[in-house]
Protein backbone atom coordinates (compact mmCIF):
# COMPACT_ATOMS: atom_id res chain seq x y z
CA UNK A 1 0.00 0.00 0.00
CA UNK A 2 1.49 3.20 -0.93
CA UNK A 3 1.10 5.71 1.76
CA UNK A 4 3.64 8.41 0.88
CA UNK A 5 4.88 10.78 -2.16
CA UNK A 6 8.23 11.70 -1.93
CA UNK A 7 9.53 14.61 -4.74
CA UNK A 8 12.83 15.79 -5.78
CA UNK A 9 12.88 19.88 -5.86
CA UNK A 10 15.71 20.51 -8.76
CA UNK A 11 14.12 19.86 -12.04
CA UNK A 12 11.12 18.02 -10.54
CA UNK A 13 9.23 20.72 -8.67
CA UNK A 14 10.88 24.26 -10.32
CA UNK A 15 12.81 23.69 -13.37
CA UNK A 16 15.96 24.94 -12.53
CA UNK A 17 18.18 22.48 -14.32
CA UNK A 18 17.96 23.62 -17.51
CA UNK A 19 18.91 27.39 -16.68
CA UNK A 20 21.42 26.15 -14.48
CA UNK A 21 22.91 24.02 -17.15
CA UNK A 22 22.66 27.07 -20.01
CA UNK A 23 23.75 29.53 -18.15
CA UNK A 24 27.01 28.21 -18.21
CA UNK A 25 27.20 26.79 -21.80
CA UNK A 26 26.32 30.48 -22.96
CA UNK A 27 29.55 31.47 -20.86
CA UNK A 28 31.53 28.41 -22.42
CA UNK A 29 30.47 29.48 -25.70
CA UNK A 30 32.36 32.84 -25.76
CA UNK A 31 35.45 31.20 -24.52
CA UNK A 32 34.97 28.96 -27.69
CA UNK A 33 34.53 26.11 -25.91
CA UNK A 34 31.11 23.70 -25.48
CA UNK A 35 30.45 22.33 -21.84
CA UNK A 36 29.63 18.22 -22.50
CA UNK A 37 26.74 17.29 -21.24
CA UNK A 38 28.18 13.66 -20.01
CA UNK A 39 29.96 15.52 -17.00
CA UNK A 40 27.04 17.61 -16.51
CA UNK A 41 24.37 14.44 -16.36
CA UNK A 42 26.63 12.82 -13.48
CA UNK A 43 26.59 15.98 -11.55
CA UNK A 44 22.24 16.73 -12.22
CA UNK A 45 20.85 15.30 -8.09
CA UNK A 46 24.14 15.90 -6.69
CA UNK A 47 25.29 18.79 -4.08
CA UNK A 48 26.04 21.90 -5.68
CA UNK A 49 30.53 21.07 -5.10
CA UNK A 50 30.84 17.91 -7.11
CA UNK A 51 31.42 19.97 -10.58
CA UNK A 52 33.11 23.02 -10.78
CA UNK A 53 32.27 24.39 -13.95
CA UNK A 54 34.72 27.50 -13.56
CA UNK A 55 37.30 25.70 -12.95
CA UNK A 56 36.75 23.05 -15.57
CA UNK A 57 36.47 26.42 -18.05
CA UNK A 58 39.88 27.91 -16.56
CA UNK A 59 41.64 24.99 -17.51
CA UNK A 60 39.90 25.05 -21.59
CA UNK A 61 40.54 28.53 -22.03
CA UNK A 62 43.96 28.93 -19.36
CA UNK A 63 46.09 32.24 -18.38
CA UNK A 64 43.79 35.13 -17.89
CA UNK A 65 40.34 33.65 -17.27
CA UNK A 66 39.15 35.06 -14.55
CA UNK A 67 37.14 32.03 -12.65
CA UNK A 68 35.54 33.50 -9.66
CA UNK A 69 33.82 36.77 -12.26
CA UNK A 70 32.72 34.50 -14.30
CA UNK A 71 30.90 32.11 -11.29
CA UNK A 72 29.47 35.57 -10.28
CA UNK A 73 28.18 36.57 -13.47
CA UNK A 74 26.50 33.16 -14.02
CA UNK A 75 25.09 32.98 -10.55
CA UNK A 76 23.52 36.61 -11.44
CA UNK A 77 21.97 35.23 -14.65
CA UNK A 78 20.56 32.01 -13.44
CA UNK A 79 19.01 33.93 -9.92
CA UNK A 80 17.32 36.19 -12.74
CA UNK A 81 15.81 33.28 -15.23
CA UNK A 82 14.78 31.36 -12.07
CA UNK A 83 13.28 33.62 -10.10
CA UNK A 84 10.36 34.22 -13.01
CA UNK A 85 9.85 30.48 -12.52
CA UNK A 86 6.44 28.61 -11.81
CA UNK A 87 6.00 24.79 -10.51
CA UNK A 88 5.89 22.41 -13.48
CA UNK A 89 3.05 20.99 -14.62
CA UNK A 90 1.06 19.19 -13.28
CA UNK A 91 2.92 19.59 -9.55
CA UNK A 92 0.31 21.52 -7.79
CA UNK A 93 -2.18 19.27 -8.96
CA UNK A 94 -0.19 16.50 -7.36
CA UNK A 95 -0.01 17.67 -4.38
CA UNK A 96 -3.39 18.91 -3.96
CA UNK A 97 -4.57 15.27 -4.73
CA UNK A 98 -2.50 13.48 -2.57
CA UNK A 99 -3.61 15.93 0.24
CA UNK A 100 -7.42 14.65 -0.67
CA UNK A 101 -5.85 10.66 -0.39
CA UNK A 102 -4.70 11.63 2.97
CA UNK A 103 -1.19 10.83 1.79
CA UNK A 104 2.24 12.05 3.57
CA UNK A 105 4.10 14.35 1.39
CA UNK A 106 8.04 15.01 1.23
CA UNK A 107 10.89 17.11 -0.21
CA UNK A 108 14.42 15.29 -0.80
CA UNK A 109 16.90 17.40 -2.55
CA UNK A 110 20.64 17.69 -2.49
CA UNK A 111 20.21 21.68 -2.72
CA UNK A 112 20.71 23.54 0.35
CA UNK A 113 18.11 24.32 2.84
CA UNK A 114 17.65 28.19 2.27
CA UNK A 115 17.25 27.27 -1.55
CA UNK A 116 14.72 24.76 -1.38
CA UNK A 117 12.68 27.11 1.16
CA UNK A 118 13.29 29.98 -0.46
CA UNK A 119 12.00 28.77 -3.82
CA UNK A 120 9.15 26.85 -1.84
CA UNK A 121 7.60 29.71 -0.20
CA UNK A 122 8.09 31.87 -2.98
CA UNK A 123 5.72 29.30 -5.10
CA UNK A 124 3.23 29.56 -2.17
CA UNK A 125 4.41 25.54 -1.55
CA UNK A 126 6.00 25.66 1.85
CA UNK A 127 3.03 24.48 3.93
CA UNK A 128 2.34 21.25 2.49
CA UNK A 129 4.89 19.12 2.63
CA UNK A 130 4.32 17.28 6.17
CA UNK A 131 8.95 16.46 6.08
CA UNK A 132 11.84 18.63 3.97
CA UNK A 133 15.55 16.83 4.10
CA UNK A 134 18.20 18.81 2.15
CA UNK A 135 22.02 18.04 2.09
CA UNK A 136 22.09 19.39 5.34
CA UNK A 137 20.55 16.68 7.01
CA UNK A 138 22.77 13.79 5.90
CA UNK A 139 25.93 12.68 5.85
CA UNK A 140 25.95 11.83 1.90
CA UNK A 141 23.64 13.16 -1.35
CA UNK A 142 22.21 12.39 -3.70
CA UNK A 143 23.35 9.54 -5.72
CA UNK A 144 23.34 7.45 -2.07
CA UNK A 145 20.04 6.46 -0.11
CA UNK A 146 20.18 8.92 2.53
CA UNK A 147 18.08 11.74 1.96
CA UNK A 148 15.21 9.25 0.62
CA UNK A 149 15.61 7.36 3.98
CA UNK A 150 15.61 10.54 6.14
CA UNK A 151 12.80 11.60 4.20
CA UNK A 152 10.38 8.28 4.56
CA UNK A 153 11.58 7.95 8.47
CA UNK A 154 10.36 11.66 9.31
CA UNK A 155 7.05 10.66 7.44
CA UNK A 156 6.79 7.84 9.87
CA UNK A 157 6.70 5.57 6.50
CA UNK A 158 8.38 2.06 5.17
CA UNK A 159 10.49 3.25 1.75
CA UNK A 160 8.05 0.36 -0.06
CA UNK A 161 5.13 2.32 0.93
CA UNK A 162 6.71 5.53 -0.71
CA UNK A 163 6.85 6.58 -4.58
CA UNK A 164 9.42 8.99 -5.32
CA UNK A 165 9.77 11.57 -8.39
CA UNK A 166 12.65 12.12 -9.62
CA UNK A 167 14.09 13.92 -13.07
CA UNK A 168 17.76 12.35 -13.20
CA UNK A 169 19.67 8.97 -12.73
CA UNK A 170 21.30 10.40 -9.48
CA UNK A 171 18.48 10.67 -8.32
CA UNK A 172 16.58 7.68 -9.23
CA UNK A 173 19.58 5.51 -8.27
CA UNK A 174 19.02 7.61 -4.61
CA UNK A 175 15.66 6.07 -4.92
CA UNK A 176 15.82 2.70 -5.73
CA UNK A 177 18.70 1.97 -3.53
CA UNK A 178 16.43 3.11 -0.68
CA UNK A 179 13.70 0.84 -1.48
CA UNK A 180 11.30 3.21 -2.65
CA UNK A 181 9.26 2.90 -6.09
CA UNK A 182 10.38 5.57 -8.68
CA UNK A 183 8.57 7.46 -11.11
CA UNK A 184 10.91 9.60 -13.86
CA UNK A 185 9.60 12.62 -14.76
CA UNK A 186 12.63 14.52 -16.72
CA UNK A 187 12.96 17.99 -17.76
CA UNK A 188 14.19 19.29 -21.25
CA UNK A 189 17.81 18.57 -20.47
CA UNK A 190 17.14 15.10 -18.51
CA UNK A 191 15.06 13.74 -20.90
CA UNK A 192 17.96 12.24 -22.60
CA UNK A 193 19.83 10.37 -19.98
CA UNK A 194 19.48 6.75 -19.57
CA UNK A 195 16.82 6.29 -16.71
CA UNK A 196 15.56 2.92 -17.14
CA UNK A 197 16.38 1.88 -13.37
CA UNK A 198 12.57 3.67 -12.82
CA UNK A 199 9.76 2.00 -12.06
CA UNK A 200 7.99 3.93 -14.37
CA UNK A 201 8.53 7.50 -16.86
CA UNK A 202 6.02 10.27 -17.80
CA UNK A 203 6.82 12.98 -20.14
CA UNK A 204 4.96 15.44 -17.04
CA UNK A 205 2.94 14.97 -14.33
CA UNK A 206 -0.10 16.17 -16.13
CA UNK A 207 0.13 13.44 -18.19
CA UNK A 208 -1.37 10.97 -16.08
CA UNK A 209 -3.45 12.11 -12.56
CA UNK A 210 -2.00 11.07 -9.56
CA UNK A 211 -5.16 8.31 -8.70
CA UNK A 212 -4.09 6.50 -12.09
CA UNK A 213 -0.56 6.53 -11.46
CA UNK A 214 -1.17 4.84 -7.87
CA UNK A 215 -3.29 2.32 -9.23
CA UNK A 216 -0.78 0.94 -12.32
CA UNK A 217 2.36 1.12 -9.55
CA UNK A 218 -0.04 -1.05 -7.50
CA UNK A 219 -0.50 -3.53 -10.19
CA UNK A 220 3.14 -3.78 -10.89
Same mark, same amino acid.
Given at each position: MIRALVFDFDGLILETET????? %?? &? @?? $????????? &?? %???? @??R??????? !????? !???GEGFDAEA !? *?? *??? @? $???ELIAGLDVMAGVRDYVADAKRLH +?? +?AVASSSSRAWVLGHLERL????? %?? !? @? *?? $????? *???????????????LGVAPHEAVAFEDSRNGIAAAKDAGLLCVAVPNALTAAMDLSRADLRLSSLAETPLERLLAVLSAQ
Open positions: PAYET %WA &E @IY $REHGHELPL &EP %WFDY @IGEGSYFDA !ADHLA !ALV !A *RK *RRD @I $RKT +LR +LGLHPE %WD !A @I *RT $REDVA *RTKPAPDLYLAAVKA
